[in-house]
């Protein structure tokens, strides 16, 4: 019948005498819902609405004098298919990975109904993995060992005759989550740190990513080092590396369950993204002298994708080692290479330069040597017209200053006819080896250009033109130097006269150099090899008897000019200086044409030309700064350059000096009964001398004189000005002086020379906060100002204890410093110093905060959970205290209680738990864990004794069983499960049964029964029997249950001839 359906059952009863009839259901009164209706002939059953608790064998007693009779007839009800859940099943559960998960489920219904469990559209099969238990009231889907992929929905389907019915049951998997999302993506690379990044796991683990770990290794090493352990982000910076050497990264994920697998990431060395440049080209050496040779380059083919910061010149002599020229890198393509010896061969190489580094090097250039360069040669100096006819002009020159550095081998003359612009070369054939030339076929009357050219191997230089035209005519001349002044005349009287000769009031006689010839009426007077001193007014006198006469003649001697005189350098600065002179006293009888100006270095020979061609007195030199100079000036006239005339001592080429600027800043510094102590700052304008020095004055307040406190000079900026009377008012001032003289003077205001009471000032020596290991010593300095001298107190914190008591400390107290040392330092001594200074002014409080780096405390909250035969959980709290820095990781240890020898499980324990595997079922355990820092480990902590033990039990004791159907023989048994199964699923019962008298019991089975319900056979008929059950699991049997109440065997009793007939209506 299904429920909710109508039972009823008509007997059809006959008998004499008519029996009476009574119905009872499993030997007890019908149910309250029970009606019976009956007939002559038939008795009815019936049960509207019929429920599951109607069901039972219903028993139809009929009794008359004849004797009784029963008939019965088992009633099921068909209830279609329920499942009840555990209210957390429905919700969700949720587990760690590694955990063995039972799924139950209580399944009601009648028939029995079936059970079907599926996951992913698959129905789920008893395996290794998989378990199935289901009996007549339930089902126990069991998982071992869940991983994070067994995470799902689980549908259970229960079926019968009577319908079906699915539940969903959503179990979570808890695990440590997956490798993040690869690649490792460095996204910067420098010698010192990368920049790396990573997405988040595909996987999480069923729990949201707590941070992750970072750790790097050389490729070439094995162990890790840990970079961060906390980040939540998938980005870090990782420093700390070294320059060249190839490093590999990994980074895991971590959630609450745990740290996943790590992602690696390719090796890549630690230097800059970017390359080296490529070398530059091959170097170009030109302009080369003795001591010095210009190198060019070309740019590198690849600058390595970052701009070329510089350059870096090497030289090397032949044969010899590469020499850096260079002390900061060239940012040109070309570099003025000096301090070459002459005569020696070099090669020179370039190195280009980025933010990564140098690139290799150049090719070497072409070996030079340091010689002094063969160029073309200048032009001639000072060409001009000797002397000149109608027919020739005859020219002269001096050679260049400078001859290419090879020797001259002649001169080429070329002319300008007057209207043209041709130029026309007169020595045609070959060059002309003096400086001078005659040059023929002029036209009388013609104006003419000259220029010439000085020519060496390299080729010809430069042309120097004559400064003025020449017309083709002859001309009269004076004599010049060297040459032989003749005056001739006629002398007529009678008698003969006396002849005389006279020179600027001197008479002149026959001597070597001078030559009277006197034939009358001729006569001559000749000065051979004439000299510019030979010039002057000549007179002849002619003297007789009758009287006397004369005559004059005015002869100019040409020579080169006379020295200049008063050569002055003045307004020298750091680049140049004003040079003046005045005219020679002789002009060797020829206007002065020009000057020429040269200078040269105290360490070099040559000359070098300011200008030859300036007709001023006065020029200005251009020069380089900090060096020292020489300076000559010659004049010249049409028959040359004059003797020079040279400075004697060399300038230097710095700005002048000035007086200096006054002292900045003057004030008292400091002041006591007798003394008084100045400071002040240099001037900012020191006049153009490093070389300053001071004066101190004083003076008393009704007093006018000044008086000076200190002998000579003072190079300090500060001075005691002591032998002060007390309490008298005083003034002071400062001046400054250097090369130029001194500085206006400075004065300070009026002041009573008296002790001031200065409030204390304490400048601690310490930038930041003071770390120091534990053992080392704890040194603190710090300055003392005040007046009165201040009183130190160090504290530490809040602890009124006074420190010196302790024979660790040792406090020093001068004038101006106070210094704390502890010695054998503790974790405990750090913390806040705390230094008073005291005077009669006020006080002064400065603080100094220690750290003391030490191993870390103990661990805390040491737990032991999730215990199983061969497996458990350790966790526990950070330390307390840390030790002053961050802890590295932790070492977890274990021993059996009766070995009590420790063995390290891990000593790299980065979280706060560790899973512990490996145990032996059944045996006692202890565990330590230390935490470690970079200072060293911590003292351990240990778990109370453990025992490696399934956490599961055998079930609980089962209520009494039930005896159903009874005859002489048999018996049918049926029993409800333990309401606790001891957290396993109940594997079947063990059935015992005993004669009431008897003390035994005995097995009804060999073997477990997997039903709650058993036929009992061969029994004895009229005996009385009791039964008991025990649940198993896989743990092992339980407690067995109270004994059932005592059953006879016997056949049911009826000799009233019923006839029955039973129809069903539902």
Not at 160 to 171: F, M, P
Not at 669 to 683: I, M, N
Not at 929 to 934: F, G, I, L, M
Request: aromatic share 6%.
């Amino acid at each position: 019948v299904h429920a909710g359906g109508v039972i009823r059952i008509i007997a059809y009863i006959s008998g004499k005498p008519p029996p009476t009839v009574s119905w009872s259901r499993d030997e007890q009164a019908l149910p309250e819902e029970a009606k019976i209706e009956e007939t002559a002939i038939s008795s009815s059953l019936v049960i509207r609405n019929c429920k599951r608790s109607h069901q039972g064998l219903y028993t139809l007693l009929a009794k008359n004098d004849g004797g009784e009779r029963k008939k019965t007839i088992i009633v099921d009800v068909l209830v279609p298919p329920s499942v009840d859940l555990d209210v957390k099943l429905i919700e969700g559960l949720v587990v760690k990975a590694g955990t063995t998960v039972r799924l139950p489920a209580i399944m009601r219904g009648v028939p029995v109904p079936t059970a079907k469990w599926v996951t992913d559209d698959t129905e789920i099969k008893p395996d290794g993995k998989y378990k199935i238990e289901t009996d007549n009231y339930s089902t126990v889907l069991t998982i071992k060992d869940c991983v994070r992929k067994d995470t799902g929905e689980y549908l259970l389907t229960v079926s019968n005759a009577a319908g079906s019915k699915t539940v969903a049951l959503h179990l979570t998997v808890l695990d440590v989550p997956g490798p993040p999302t690869g690649p490792i993506n460095i996204l910067e690379v420098t010698p010192e740190y990368m920049v790396i990044s990573w997405r988040p796991p595909k996987d999480d683990g069923g729990s949201p990513i707590i941070n992750y770990i970072v750790e790097k290794r050389q490729s070439k090493k094995e162990t890790w080092g840990v970079v961060s352990s906390g980040t939540s982000h998938t980005k870090i910076k990782v420093p700390r590396l070294q320059k060249g050497c190839e490093y590999i990264f990994r980074v895991r994920a971590e959630n609450k369950i745990g740290i996943g697998a790590p992602l690696d990431s390719e090796p890549t060395v630690a230097k800059y993204m970017f390359d080296p440049p490529s070398p530059p080209g091959k170097p170009m050496v030109y302009d080369i002298t003795e001591n010095a040779a210009t190198v060019s380059w070309t740019l590198p083919k690849s600058d390595g994708g970052t701009p070329i910061t510089g350059y870096i010149l090497e030289r090397r002599e032949a044969s010899g080692k590469w020499v850096r020229v260079n002390k900061t890198p060239i940012l040109d393509m070309k570099y003025r290479v000096t301090g070459l010896f002459e005569g020696n061969t070099y090669e020179f190489r370039v190195f280009a330069e980025n933010m990564v580094g140098l690139s290799k090097p150049s090719p070497s250039s072409d070996p030079i040597k340091a010689s002094r360069p063969i160029t073309p040669p200048g032009p001639p100096i000072n060409p001009k017209l000797k002397d000149k006819t109608k027919e020739s002009a005859d020219l002269v020159w001096t050679k260049p200053l400078k001859d290419g550095g090879s020797p001259i081998l002649g001169y080429i003359v070329e002319c300008q006819k007057s209207g043209t612009t041709q130029w026309n070369r007169i020595n045609k054939d070959e060059l002309i080896r003096q400086c001078a030339f005659r040059v023929p076929g002029l036209i009388e009357g013609n104006e003419y250009k000259f220029r010439i050219k000085a020519v060496n191997i390299v080729g010809e230089g430069e042309p120097r033109e004559l400064p003025e035209t020449v017309l083709a005519k002859d001309i009269l001349s004076p004599p010049e130097i060297s040459q032989t002044i003749r005056i001739t005349g006629k002398v007529k009287g009678r008698p003969d006269p006396e002849i005389t000769w006279s020179k600027d009031g001197k008479v002149l006689v026959q001597e070597k150099h001078v030559e009277i010839l006197h034939d009358l009426p001729n006569v001559e007077l000749q000065v051979k090899e004439a000299k510019r001193s030979d010039h002057g007014k000549y007179i002849i006198a002619a003297k007789n008897s009758c009287g006397q006469a004369q005559a004059f003649a005015i002869v100019n001697v040409l020579d080169r000019p006379g020295p200049c005189q008063n050569l002055k350098i003045s307004y020298v600065t750091k680049d140049s200086c004003m040079i003046s002179w005045e005219s020679p006293v002789d002009n060797g009888g020829s206007e002065i044409t020009n000057y020429i100006v040269e200078y040269r270095q105290p360490n070099q020979r040559g000359w070098s030309i300011v200008s030859s061609d300036i007709t001023k007195r006065l020029v200005k030199a251009n020069l380089v700064e900090n060096r020292e100079y020489f300076f000559r000036v010659c004049a010249e006239n049409k028959i040359g350059p004059g003797p020079c005339i040279e400075t004697k001592t060399p300038i230097l080429a710095i700005n002048p000096i000035d007086k200096p600027g006054e002292p900045e800043n003057l004030h008292i510094a400091e002041k006591g009964k007798t003394f008084v102590y100045l400071k002040w700052r240099r001037p900012d304008y020191d006049g153009g001398s490093p070389n300053l020095s001071y004066h101190v004055e004083r003076k008393l307040k009704d007093s006018d004189e000044w008086e000076r406190v200190h002998k000579g000079s003072i190079k300090e900026t500060h001075y005691m000005v002591d032998k002060c009377v007390e309490n008298k008012i005083y003034q002071f001032r400062v001046q400054t002086k250097n090369e130029a003289g001194e500085s206006n003077w400075v004065k300070t205001a009026e002041v009573v020379v008296k002790e001031d009471l200065q409030k204390p000032v304490l400048d601690l020596k310490l930038s930041g906060v003071l770390t120091v290991k534990a053992g080392d010593t704890i040194r603190i300095e710090a300055g003392v100002r005040g007046k009165p001298q201040p009183e130190i107190v160090w504290a530490k914190d809040k602890d009124a204890t006074d420190l010196t008591r302790s024979p660790r400390v040792s406090i020093e107290n001068t004038s101006d410093m106070s210094k704390f040392v502890l010695t054998k330092s503790r974790r405990t001594d750090g913390g806040k110093y705390v230094i008073t200074a005291t005077n009669a002014a006020g006080s002064f409080v400065a603080y100094a905060t220690v750290i003391v780096l030490d191993k870390p405390g103990p661990v805390r909250n040491l737990k032991v959970t999730d215990i199983s035969s061969d497996r458990c959980t350790v966790t526990w709290d950070p330390p307390e205290d840390d030790g002053g820095c961050e802890i590295q990781n932790y070492i977890l240890e274990k021993c059996e209680s009766k070995r009590m020898v420790w063995s390290t499980f891990s000593s790299s324990v980065l979280t706060n738990y560790a899973k512990v595997t490996r145990l032996i079922e059944g045996n006692e355990y202890i565990f330590r864990v230390r935490a470690e820092n970079k200072m060293g480990t911590g003292p351990p902590t240990e778990t109370h004794p453990i025992i490696a033990k399934t956490k599961y039990d055998r079930p609980g004791r089962p209520d009494p069983p039930d005896v159903t159907r009874v005859s002489k023989e048999e018996m049918t048994v049926v029993w409800n499960p333990p309401e606790y199964d001891g957290g396993k699923s109940i594997t079947g019962y063990i059935l015992e049964k005993k004669e009431k008298r008897s003390l035994r019991w005995v097995p009804v089975t060999k073997t477990p029964i997997p039903e709650r319900r058993k036929k009992v056979t061969n029994l004895f008929p009229g005996h009385e029997y009791q039964f008991r059950v025990s649940a198993e699991n896989e743990v092992g049997l339980g407690e067995p249950s109270l004994p059932s109440r005592p059953v006879i065997a016997k056949d049911p009793i009826g000799k009233i001839p019923l006839y029955f007939s039973v129809l069903f209506q539902c």
